[in-house]
């Protein structure tokens, strides 16, 4: 009898604990949606100005990675659909020397997209600044409005920032590169999510 007590008081209190993870859990999540909205994906025009590109790291030895490419020709793809003017590629020197935004010009222009027809912003370090200095430079290139592009696991932060910057953008995701592997697409889902909610609390977002 006294050992089946203490069974149902250990059942009570792990119950109670999953309860209360739950409900942590629960809350967490309706307070980063409510944070980081759905990403503007409806297309308002037929045309837009630019693709603006999201910067992401190129290999170490300068070419440009898998995730980069798939980046790349999916900016490449809307221009030779006639659906953004030109290409405005972002991204500094990050994880290794090597300029993103240069090495993203230089394939699109191994693409055939010639090279006048290309922007690059070469300063920023993350996507936050991404948005934040090509604002500006779209201004200066009298670029009004752009499609954003980057990976799907990267469409939601990409977003809150190019609204957070006054963009008047869409958010367009690129496929993933062939060797990406389900469980690193997801990986990447939940660390980037994870990211930007850690950021929200420090003040970053």
């Known amino acids: 009898m006294?050992?089946?007590r203490r069974k149902m008081k250990k059942s009570f209190w792990s119950g109670i604990a999953m309860?209360?993870?739950s409900v942590f859990c629960l809350f967490h999540i309706l307070v980063f949606r409510t944070v980081f909205g759905q990403p503007q994906k409806?297309?308002?025009r037929q045309k837009y100005d630019c693709a603006l590109v999201c910067g992401c790291p190129a290999n170490l030895n300068g070419s440009p990675s898998a995730t980069m490419k798939s980046r790349v020709e999916k900016a490449v793809a809307l221009w030779r659909e006639g659906k953004v003017g030109r290409l405005f590629f972002t991204g500094g020197c990050v994880k290794n020397p090597h300029i993103e935004s240069e090495v993203m010009k230089e394939y699109a222009m191994a693409l055939g997209?010639?090279?006048e027809q290309i922007?690059?912003?070469g300063q920023s370090v993350s996507t936050y600044h991404n948005m934040m200095h090509s604002k500006q430079i779209m201004e200066d290139n009298g670029l009004n409005n752009c499609v954003v592009v980057t990976n799907k696991w990267h469409l939601r932060k990409a977003g809150h920032y190019a609204e957070k910057f006054?963009?008047?953008?869409v958010m367009c995701?690129?496929?993933e590169p062939q060797n990406a592997s389900l469980m690193k697409t997801l990986w990447r889902y939940l660390s980037i999510n994870l990211h930007m909610y850690v950021n929200f609390y420090r003040g970053l977002s």
């Open 166 to 169: 006054g963009l008047d953008h």
């Open 2 to 4: 006294r050992k089946r």
């Open 119 to 121: 922007v690059t912003e």
């Open 42 to 44: 409806r297309w308002k």
């Open 113 to 115: 997209v010639p090279k």
């Open 19 to 21: 309860g209360g993870l």
């Open 173 to 175: 995701g690129a496929g």
